[in-house]
Nanobody, 124 residues
Framework: QLQLVESGGGSVQPGGSLRLSCADS????????IGWFRQAPGKEREGVSC????????VYPNSVKGRFTIVRDNAKKTVTLQMNNLKPEDTAVYYC?????????????????WGQGTQVTVST
């Protein structure tokens, strides 16, 4: 089974940037749909980006569109989430998820494997 690990979280000031990475210890992620989700205290888990395993198409909610970018690396072994112009409302635990089939809606129920999460804090 996949054992996903997220890295790159931390604390930054508003307007700063972070790059999160998702990888499995042994397997390539090339053939999985990959999603990034976040959950802030008192809020539901929400998808912030998904990338297809077929054509590389991506989806973003309006809350992060233009600021976040999901990219598979050149070797297709990791997936990164570049987060620019971070805002305090971006503060959350961010999770990487992998799905066997296409995620048509980029929602958590479409994914099969989950990492443990990495904390992102945006504050002055």
């Amino acid at each position: 089974q996949l054992q996903l690990v997220e890295s790159g979280g931390g604390s930054v000031q508003p307007g700063g940037s972070l790059r999160l990475s998702c990888a499995d210890s042994a397997r390539t992620l090339e053939y999985y749909t990959i999603g990034w989700f976040r959950q802030a205290p008192g809020k539901e888990r929400e998808g912030v980006s998904c990338i297809s395993s077929k054509d590389g198409s991506t989806v973003y909610p309006n809350s992060v569109k233009g600021r976040f970018t999901i990219v598979r690396d050149n070797a297709k072994k990791t997936v990164t989430l570049q987060m620019n112009n971070l805002k305090p409302e971006d503060t959350a635990v961010y999770y990487c998820a992998a799905g066997i089939v296409i995620a048509r809606q980029c929602i958590s129920s479409e994914f099969d494997y989950w990492g443990q999460g990495t904390q992102v804090t945006v504050s002055t």
